[in-house]
Structures are given as structure tokens and as C-alpha cells.
């Protein structure tokens, strides 16, 4: 009986006000780059909004594109995402269904994870987020969320993003604070870039932990001062 009072509250967007997906309540789109096969695509679709999945790698693009068919306000493209239009990157796929898979070298990412190993390598040319949008005809405004999972080029994807982020009511990503891909950017590198403008963490969710310090976090940032 509890469960299914809380379900009619969630779908009439009436509790988790403070969770990580609260913030989905006052947005009416998402832009989520890095989908893997949409995992998220019933709780976006019990808030009713407009998505838009970005995923490059193809076999997960195609279970995203059958996952997503029935749900008539989602739609994906395929593409790497950073912050050049046309350069050339070596994208390694993960042996945990592609999960962990990165445009850069794993590095601390093994002492949580040491099972997670790269299978190949793929060549891809990347593209800026305003050049994919401009590219299918999407327009941004009915997007007023950014959501990140592309383990360790989020700060690429915010830069090639720069001229959309003034759209955004709140920007979801996960990072870490510790080198856990070669040169990945970490928590100090987001936090500092997106002050700059104008947004602030509302959220945080700890992931993982290091066993020699550090965390992978999950952090909501909000526009404004909370």
C-alpha cells in the first residue's frame, strides 16, 4: 500500500524533491550525452519530458534506439561528443557492456574497478554539442537539462557546449576527484568551469570511494546560488 501511495506521488511529481532526480520536476527536456542504452528512459518519461540521448558507440546505440521506440517524446543520435568539431579520437570500448568506455586511458578507474579492461579501439571523430544540434535540425530550447556520463571528457563536452550552457536550468554529471582516466578531468576542474557560469552544486551522491582517498561522485548543479 506505502509503495504504491509513493508511486502515485511520483508520478505526479510530489516527492523526490530531494534526490538526485528532483530536479527533473522543473525542467521539460533532457539532453543526456553518453545514454549507454537509455537506462533512464522510463523515470524521464514518467516526468513527460523531451529527451534527446547521445550515444556513439553502435551496438549500444542500437539497443538504445529499440529501447527508446515506444516512448514518442525521446529521441537519440548517434555521436561522440568533446569540444572540437571533426577531430579524429580513439574511443576504447569497456569489457563491462561498454560502461566504462572513454575516449582516454584507464587509470585509477582500475583500483575500484580492476575487472573493467578495454577490449579495442574504435576511431571517431568527435563533434561539439551546438554543432550536432545545428547538424539534425534540434532545437536547444527544448532542452533545459544536461546530463553527463562520459567518463572523464564531461569538461570536454561543457566547453564544446560553452554557447548552450545560458539555456540550462541544471546540469547532472559524474566525476571524480582522484585521476581515474589518463588526464580525466576531475571535481575542482567542473566545479571551477561551471561557476564561471553561473551554476552551483545543489546535489551530491557519493559513487564509489578510493581505497587511497577520493571519491566518483554523482552532483547536481543548479543556476544560482541554492
Given at each position: 500500500?506505502?509503495?504504491?501511495?509513493?508511486?502515485?506521488?511520483?508520478?505526479?511529481?510530489?516527492?523526490?524533491?530531494?534526490?538526485?532526480?528532483?530536479?527533473?520536476?522543473?525542467?521539460?527536456?533532457?539532453?543526456?550525452?553518453?545514454?549507454?542504452?537509455?537506462?533512464?528512459?522510463?523515470?524521464?518519461?514518467?516526468?513527460?519530458?523531451?529527451?534527446?540521448?547521445?550515444?556513439?558507440?553502435?551496438?549500444?546505440?542500437?539497443?538504445?534506439?529499440?529501447?527508446?521506440?515506444?516512448?514518442?517524446?525521446?529521441?537519440?543520435?548517434?555521436?561522440?561528443?568533446?569540444?572540437?568539431?571533426?577531430?579524429?579520437?580513439?574511443?576504447?570500448?569497456?569489457?563491462?557492456?561498454?560502461?566504462?568506455?572513454?575516449?582516454?586511458?584507464?587509470?585509477?578507474?582500475?583500483?575500484?574497478?580492476?575487472?573493467?579492461?578495454?577490449?579495442?579501439?574504435?576511431?571517431?571523430?568527435?563533434?561539439?554539442?551546438?554543432?550536432?544540434?545545428?547538424?539534425?535540425?534540434?532545437?536547444?530550447?527544448?532542452?533545459?537539462?544536461?546530463i553527463m556520463d562520459t567518463q572523464g571528457s564531461e569538461l570536454l563536452v561543457l566547453r564544446g557546449a560553452a554557447p548552450l550552457l545560458g539555456g540550462?536550468?541544471?546540469?547532472?554529471?559524474?566525476?571524480?576527484?582522484?585521476?581515474?582516466?589518463?588526464?580525466?578531468?576531475?571535481?575542482?576542474?567542473?566545479?571551477?568551469?561551471?561557476?564561471?557560469?553561473?551554476?552551483?552544486?545543489?546535489?551530491?551522491?557519493?559513487?564509489?570511494?578510493?581505497?587511497?582517498?577520493?571519491?566518483?561522485?554523482?552532483?547536481?548543479?543548479?543556476?544560482?546560488?541554492?
Amino acid at each position: 500500500m506505502i509503495a504504491s501511495i509513493k508511486g502515485l506521488l511520483r508520478r505526479h511529481g510530489l516527492i523526490d524533491r530531494h534526490t538526485l532526480k528532483g530536479f527533473l520536476r522543473e525542467v521539460s527536456g533532457v539532453i543526456h550525452v553518453g545514454a549507454h542504452t537509455g537506462q533512464e528512459r522510463e523515470l524521464y518519461a514518467q516526468y513527460g519530458l523531451n529527451v534527446l540521448w547521445v550515444e556513439p558507440l553502435d551496438e549500444l546505440y542500437g539497443a538504445l534506439q529499440r529501447n527508446i521506440a515506444h516512448l514518442p517524446k525521446q529521441r537519440a543520435v548517434q555521436a561522440l561528443v568533446t569540444d572540437r568539431d571533426g577531430e579524429e579520437y580513439s574511443f576504447h570500448v569497456a569489457s563491462n557492456a561498454g560502461g566504462s568506455s572513454s575516449i582516454l586511458n584507464l587509470k585509477q578507474h582500475a583500483d575500484i574497478w580492476p575487472d573493467v579492461t578495454y577490449t579495442r579501439t574504435v576511431a571517431m571523430r568527435g563533434t561539439t554539442l551546438p554543432a550536432l544540434l545545428a547538424k539534425h535540425a534540434i532545437d536547444a530550447g527544448a532542452y533545459d537539462a544536461l546530463i553527463m556520463d562520459t567518463q572523464g571528457s564531461e569538461l570536454l563536452v561543457l566547453r564544446g557546449a560553452a554557447p548552450l550552457l545560458g539555456g540550462f536550468k541544471y546540469i547532472r554529471t559524474e566525476v571524480a576527484d582522484f585521476e581515474a582516466y589518463e588526464n580525466c578531468c576531475q571535481l575542482a576542474d567542473i566545479e571551477a568551469f561551471l561557476a564561471g557560469h553561473g551554476f552551483s552544486e545543489r546535489l551530491r551522491k557519493v559513487i564509489a570511494q578510493h581505497p587511497g582517498g577520493g571519491g566518483y561522485y554523482d552532483i547536481v548543479y543548479g543556476r544560482g546560488s541554492a
